[in-house]
């Protein structure tokens, strides 16, 4: 695909920005000419030949910085064009892609919860009920379809692939927490045994190798985040429980070991060095991140891939897009120099926001799979505290039923070094 996009407009690095992650979605070589003659589509809102061109969108987002979602979507997911009733597929992909409507950083405080995050009954996917929707591979698609010389593009489908992980939030909170469980049901029994681990410092928990075979037996792999403080946060949300350097008899089990950056007020860079283990990956804590000042927390570190996308409260889209891409820096008018993979599904969002009943747990994160089998990389988040016994009881046989309908529909699980490969 030739493209030719006026330079120097407010628009031309915004649209070779997500003309190129279409490329990249629909495997089209893309490139951008100066010539309009040599073009196969244009961009130039001076030119009566140029492709739309949503000129108010751009001066209201990237001037006036006005990032609410309800100033674009009024009655649809999707913007229009100025005066007309036609989608503006680029521009809705650009504004859903990058999260802009989470742009807040204090400024907006009525969209955050009480540790800072963006809330969910907030966004537009809450509005109109589309968080479960791939909104922007829709974009990507209809606009191909309008578009005689991309027509053959907009049929292109790859079989979506998982990216399973686990946040080791706690390894010893198994002896109070199983065992306030194990008193109330009077399981004298449990109380014993979790005494026992406690004494053999094999704590019920401390269960990474566990894991890491049951996912073998399914040819699957999987990825740790690791948490490298016990400092406690000021909004009183707890760190982590074991340190770090201790555990190496532990970490050995596992291929694929990442940052579980903590809500603590240390840098990346610095709690990366505490980690006995080099790595690029990571994932907030508690999903506590702010944007846009997190991405470029991330840039200014050594991170090359984040996992953190992802609403606490419900399972689906947080960007409305099913692929790892890298979001847009508005100050630099160039991407970040990281890749942000989306996170989908998470074992507390289930059990603990939405209360899904626990027979329920494996049929509703299938159903989401079944309506995306095609063009994401679904994003599984399943704490070593769900794997085990007593107070969490039921999921670990929920996640096997998972296991078992990736292994039977052929999905394959794909790593941070193969998607920062791809």
């Given at each position: 695909m030739i493209v030719f996009i006026k330079n120097n407009q407010i628009y031309s690095k915004p649209l070779e920005y997500i003309l190129s992650i279409l490329g990249k979605n629909k495997s089209c070589s893309i490139k951008f000419v100066n010539e309009k003659s040599k073009a196969q589509l244009i961009f130039d809102h001076t030119d009566p030949l140029s492709l739309p061109i949503n000129m108010e969108f751009y001066?209201?987002?990237?001037?006036?910085?006005?990032?609410?979602?309800?100033?674009?979507?009024?009655?649809?997911?999707?913007l229009r064009f100025h005066n007309t009733e036609n989608p503006d597929w680029l521009g809705t992909a650009f504004y859903m892609i990058n999260s802009f409507q989470e742009y807040a950083d204090g400024q907006n405080n009525d969209v955050l919860d009480r540790y800072g995050r963006f809330r969910y009954d907030k966004s537009y996917q809450y509005k109109f009920n589309c968080i479960e929707r791939n909104l922007v591979q829709e974009c990507f698609d209809n606009f191909c379809k309008e578009n005689l010389v991309l027509k053959n593009f907009s049929r292109i489908e790859k079989k979506s692939r998982v990216f399973l992980s686990h946040d080791i939030d706690t390894i010893y909170g198994s002896f109070l927490q199983d065992g306030l469980w194990a008193i109330k049901k009077g399981r004298l029994d449990i109380v014993l045994k979790l005494i026992m681990n406690e004494i053999l410092s094999n704590p019920h928990w401390k269960n990474i190798d566990k894991i890491v075979k049951l996912h073998s037996e399914y040819d699957l792999k999987s990825t740790f985040f690791w948490i490298a403080t016990k400092?406690?946060?000021?909004?009183?949300?707890?760190?982590?429980?074991?340190?770090?350097?201790?555990?190496?008899?532990?970490?050995?089990?596992?291929?694929?070991?990442?940052?579980?950056?903590?809500?603590?007020?240390?840098?990346?860079?610095?709690?990366?060095?505490?980690?006995?283990?080099?790595?690029?990956?990571?994932?907030?804590?508690?999903?506590?991140?702010?944007?846009?000042?997190?991405?470029?927390?991330?840039?200014?570190?050594?991170?090359k891939f984040d996992a953190s996308l992802g609403y606490a409260e419900r399972y689906g889209f947080r960007n409305s897009y099913g692929l790892p891409f890298k979001p847009y820096n508005i100050s630099t008018q160039a991407p970040y120099d990281?890749?942000?993979?989306?996170?989908?599904?998470?074992?507390?969002?289930?059990?603990?926001?939405?209360?899904?009943?626990?027979?329920?747990?494996?049929?509703?994160?299938?159903?989401?799979?079944?309506?995306?089998?095609?063009?994401?990389?679904?994003?599984?988040?399943?704490?070593?505290?769900?794997?085990?016994?007593?107070?969490?009881?039921?999921?670990?046989?929920e996640y096997k039923k998972v296991l078992l309908y990736l292994k039977e529909s052929e999905i394959t699980s794909i790593t941070p070094e193969e998607i920062l490969n791809d």
């Open positions: 001066y209201s987002l990237l001037n006036k910085k006005i990032f609410n979602h309800e100033a674009y979507f009024i009655e649809h997911p999707y400092k406690r946060s000021a909004n009183k949300v707890k760190n982590a429980d074991y340190s770090i350097g201790k555990l190496n008899n532990v970490l050995k089990f596992s291929q694929s070991n990442g940052l579980h950056k903590s809500c603590y007020d240390t840098s990346i860079d610095e709690e990366l060095k505490k980690l006995p283990f080099k790595t690029k990956l990571n994932r907030y804590h508690f999903l506590k991140f702010t944007l846009p000042s997190s991405w470029n927390e991330i840039e200014k570190s050594e991170i990281f890749i942000e993979v989306p996170l989908n599904v998470m074992d507390g969002t289930l059990h603990c926001y939405m209360e899904i009943p626990l027979k329920e747990t494996a049929s509703s994160i299938i159903n989401f799979i079944e309506k995306n089998k095609n063009n994401s990389v679904i994003s599984i988040l399943w704490h070593n505290t769900y794997f085990t016994n007593y107070k969490y009881s039921g999921y670990l046989e």
